[in-house]
Nanobody, 110 residues
């Protein structure tokens, strides 16, 4: 499975971004897919995950602001990020099993 993350950018606090993780080359639909992020000088952390059946879980700091969804027919997982904060600034990665996307940078300046 190859994963391609996209959608990052610069957004003012309170704004929104939509990240996409496009998969190819494997049985994407059988995997739980997660979004992780890594801020400068910090460890990579899980942000949200969605199971094959569509059950979503979130890290506490993004609950109510981020929404993860998947479209198995299109091999895509999306992370809708609303009410962005400076502390959301990080490189965001999508993950399925042992497969990782290349990361997309989200910046919300203080």
């Amino acid at each position: 499975v190859q994963l391609q993350a996209s959608g990052g950018g610069l957004v003012q606090p309170g704004g929104s971004l939509r990240l996409s993780c496009q998969a190819s080359g494997g049985l994407f639909r059988v995997y739980t897919v997660s979004w992780y992020r890594q801020a400068p000088g910090k460890r990579r952390e899980s942000v949200a995950a969605i199971t094959t059946g569509g059950t979503a879980t979130y890290e506490d700091s993004v609950k109510g602001r981020f929404t993860i969804s998947r479209d198995n027919a299109k091999n895509t997982v999306t992370l809708q990020m609303n009410s962005l904060k400076p502390e959301d600034t990080a490189v965001y990665y999508c993950n399925a099993f042992t497969f990782w996307g290349q990361g997309t940078l989200v910046t919300s300046p203080a």
